[in-house]
């Protein structure tokens, strides 16, 4: 089942890519000492490539083709982010990114003048040019068709979607497939698989296996790739709980590419496992000036604010996301933990029954559950209740199913300290994603007052921190 809200086409076939180049030349612009390399999605100075976030890249592309004329801040908007409602500022953070990378400080530069107001033109003589002569022409096909793969599928992954991560992981096969010399393609395959496994749609240890192998493809070929620095990261952050290392990756990844809204979000959440609450939302609120409209980035901005228990803006930041997509597991399942925190059981159970229903239970057997758990006098005050056991029985892992560590949760706020600890045990030994925030997160309040919690935290290499109250409930 696939998130349909976004419709997102499926990757182009390598031979209608190769049929299509063949019939129109590729698209090539040179301004100055750059190269813009359309097909590839790169610009280069001379043989340097420079790193644009895909936004930036977009902008420069759109006043590149229209170099000479004056193009408004509306068109910009609307050929970026197309039927997608965006605040018009936006368009200076990309802007001010572009005329770093150019060299091109002034207001009137020699690259990009502002228009006060109205928008901008892109001043420089811009001659377009054809492949060089020199260049295989099977090898620029191939290469231009793995870059196409790569593009859809991060698309796909940067939706946060739950639905969309097996397509991703398939088109970035696709591209190593075409192209095994294609750095990107390993590192993004990489990312994939450390979201199937961060997502559990998948068996963790079988993802992390190959993300691990993609990974150190992906730097062999190219160490100074930020997406393989990225994707180190990820392995070294997920995997391997390697919190000092994957820092580090984090770092070079954004000193290659301080644009990468990706490593905003992970180097966030690095912060906040480790107790960095107020430094990892400030973090996460750079990628959203970077991509404001991304439904994963302002999810994750609202499990950063369930990590400072703030609950009421977990609220809103959710709702945001699910406004975007209304099948994003992942927003979904922080908005029935933060509505559960404050006391409001109707909408967790409505929240619930809508995170069922997304994943194929059928609307009216969840009803019927959350009807007969209305009925038990002790449903209504102890969690889980009827139709949270149900979603844990029934659901996949993704879903809010039963993992060890969701039991163990489960198992802790119904007094089954005992029971809960054993299944927090097995999650770790499995190393399963939901530990990450064993330190910060609020659904792990009720274990933290036990001793026993602190030598758990030790074996993820995190100190005991202090909390804050836990909400009544």
């Not at 590839?40 to 000479?68: H, M, N, W, Y």
């Not at 107020?278 to 750079?286: A, P």
Request: glycine residues 6%; hydrophobic residues 45%; proline residues 5%.
């Amino acid at each position: 089942m696939r998130n349909n809200q976004y419709p997102l086409n499926d990757p182009p076939t390598p031979f209608a890519n190769m049929r299509g180049m063949l019939a129109h030349p590729p698209e090539r612009y040179v301004f100055g000492a750059f190269t813009l390399d359309v097909p590839e999605r790169r610009l280069s100075r001379g043989a340097t490539p420079i790193q644009l976030s895909p936004k930036t890249f977009d902008v420069l592309l759109a006043l590149v083709r229209e170099a000479g004329q004056l193009v408004s801040k509306n068109d910009l908007l609307g050929a970026v982010w197309p039927n997608t409602f965006v605040e018009e500022g936006i368009l200076t953070v990309h802007v001010a990114a572009l005329r770093k990378r150019l060299g091109d400080t002034a207001r009137g530069g020699a690259f990009i003048e502002t228009v006060s107001r109205y928008g901008y033109r892109f001043v420089a003589p811009v001659h377009r040019r054809a492949a060089p002569n020199n260049v295989n022409d099977i090898t620029l096909h191939r290469s231009t068709a793995a870059s196409e793969f790569v593009e859809c599928g991060r698309q796909r992954l940067l939706t946060g979607s739950y639905f969309e991560l097996e397509s991703a992981a398939e088109a970035f096969q696709a591209a190593i497939d075409l192209d095994h010399a294609y750095a990107p393609a390993y590192a993004w395959l990489a990312l994939a698989r450390c979201e199937q496994a961060h997502a559990e749609a998948t068996a963790t240890e079988h993802a992390y296996d190959d993300a691990k192998r993609a990974a150190l493809r992906a730097l062999a070929l190219d160490d100074r790739s930020a997406e393989a620095q990225l994707a180190l990261a990820t392995v070294l952050f997920f995997s391997e709980w390697d919190w000092v290392g994957a820092e580090r990756s984090l770092r070079r990844t954004l000193e290659l590419d301080p644009e990468c809204v990706e490593a905003y979000l992970r180097y966030g959440t690095l912060m906040e496992v480790c107790g960095r609450l107020d430094e990892g939302l400030r973090v996460k609120l750079q990628a959203l000036e970077r991509e404001p409209a991304s439904t994963q980035v302002l999810a994750q901005i609202a499990s950063s604010y369930w990590c400072q228990r703030k609950f009421d803006e977990a609220i809103v930041w959710t709702q945001r996301a699910l406004d975007r997509d209304a099948t994003h597991a992942s927003a979904r399942t922080t908005l029935a933990f933060a509505l559960w925190k404050i006391g409001k059981y109707d909408r967790m159970a409505e929240t619930l029954l809508a995170q069922a229903e997304s994943f194929g239970v059928a609307a009216d057997t969840m009803i019927r559950v959350d009807a007969k758990s209305r009925r038990s006098p002790e449903d209504r005050v102890r969690w889980p209740f009827g139709v949270v056991r149900y979603v844990l029985d029934n659901l996949p892992r993704a879903g809010g199913g039963a993992s060890a560590a969701t039991l163990a949760v489960a198992k802790g706020e119904r007094g089954e300290m005992d029971a809960a600890f054993d299944c927090l045990d097995v999650a770790i030994t499995e190393r399963e994603p939901g530990v990450i925030h064993l330190a910060v997160a609020p659904q792990w309040d009720t274990l933290r007052r036990d001793p026993r919690f602190e030598r758990h935290l030790a074996r993820l290499g995190l100190p005991l921190l202090p909390q804050a109250d836990e909400a009544t409930h």
